[in-house]
């Protein structure tokens, strides 16, 4: 029996897997990018089931948009790649269209004691035609989630969330603790003691407001900006229209001490326009040693759930 004494998880928006032709999933130094994560999160693939990533010693889920009837182009899209050594800790639970998923970390297997419920969310701009034909805002549908798995655990929230929230805004109560307060309640949490978020981006957008809220709602922390790796809140987007912090780790707040480090990574401007961002949790696992062996699994809008196209 070997013994893992970190997770190492990841996410990234690669803004498709091709550009003018190329096919970054051939380029070494973007499979160097995966390889040495224990779960990674590929966001806007634009891929089919035929041309998603497999990747050895890897086991790969990948949701697929549908074409859309007026571009015929596919846009969206995730791939999850989870470890083969810890695949088995690993569940991949519902959800309701394929933007967003979730993942149940097992407790027994990550030696923990609660089981880590795992989001991995790209949630479209707010001014797209995409997010305008959806029937429920993502992040109400997930909002929703958080409220059932956080009776049977832990969260992390990982993606990019196109939401800007600004640097200094709280997603915590201030001056909330046992000494400064009369509980309401007997079982009352005040929220931990934590340093104010920083950010080199400013700007506060109106989903950004409404995920600093939900974080105060759900006891939910964003590590950018106040986490070892990063205290400054390193930009993780760069296009034509300017840089921003849109894509995050954000954790509950009694797994603030699991974490190791925040990091966004270099920002690699051919391979795509956000930076990979990722956290390692301090966690010993017991995991058995398993052959190199890729697996690739496949979840369509048809076949799972009962998933309806959404276009």
């Known amino acids: 029996m070997s013994y893992k004494r970190s997770l190492h998880l990841a996410c990234w928006n690669i803004n498709g897997f091709k550009h003018k032709g190329y096919n970054k999933y051939s380029d070494p130094r973007f499979i160097k990018e995966l390889s040495n994560k224990d779960i990674i999160c590929l966001q806007e693939t634009h891929c089919s ?18 074409k859309s009837k007026r571009t015929n182009k596919r846009s969206g899209g995730l791939s999850i790649l989870v ?12 959800h309701s269209n394929n933007d967003y998923i979730w993942l149940k970390l097992s407790s027994s297997l990550f ?14 701009p707010e001014n797209s035609s995409y997010t305008h034909s959806l029937n429920e805002d993502i992040f109400d549908l997930i909002e929703k ?5 956080s009776t049977l655990g832990k969260i992390v929230l990982a993606g990019d969330l196109n939401a800007r929230t600004g640097s200094g805004e709280l997603d915590f109560i201030d001056n909330d603790s046992q000494d400064n307060l009369i509980p309401l309640y007997d079982n009352y949490n005040p929220d931990y003691d934590i340093s104010v978020r920083h950010s080199k981006d400013v700007h506060l957008s109106t989903r950004g407001k409404l995920l600093n809220d939900i974080c105060v709602q759900t006891g939910l922390r964003i590590l950018n ?3 070892r790796g990063d205290f400054i809140g390193q930009l993780t987007c760069h296009n034509p229209r300017g840089s921003s912090v849109v894509d995050y780790f954000i954790v509950s707040e009694e797994l603030l001490d699991k974490v190791a480090f925040f990091k966004v990574h270099d920002f690699l ?5 956000h930076s990979q961002v990722s956290i390692m949790l301090n966690i010993d696992m017991k995991v058995p040693v398993l052959d190199i062996q890729s697996e690739h699994s496949q979840i369509t809008p ?8 959404l276009y």
């Open 225 to 227: 900006g106040r986490t």
């Open 145 to 149: 989630d958080i409220a059932m798995y």
């Open 83 to 94: 470890k083969n050594e810890i695949k088995s800790g690993v569940k991949f639970l519902e």
């Open 302 to 309: 048809l076949n799972i759930f009962g998933m309806m196209s």
């Open 269 to 273: 401007a051919d391979l795509s326009d």
């Open 111 to 124: 030696n923990l004691p609660e089981d880590i419920y795992l989001c991995f969310i790209y949630d479209p």
């Open 49 to 66: 089931f035929e041309d998603s990533l497999s990747l050895p010693g890897f086991k790969s889920v990948n949701l697929i948009r549908p």
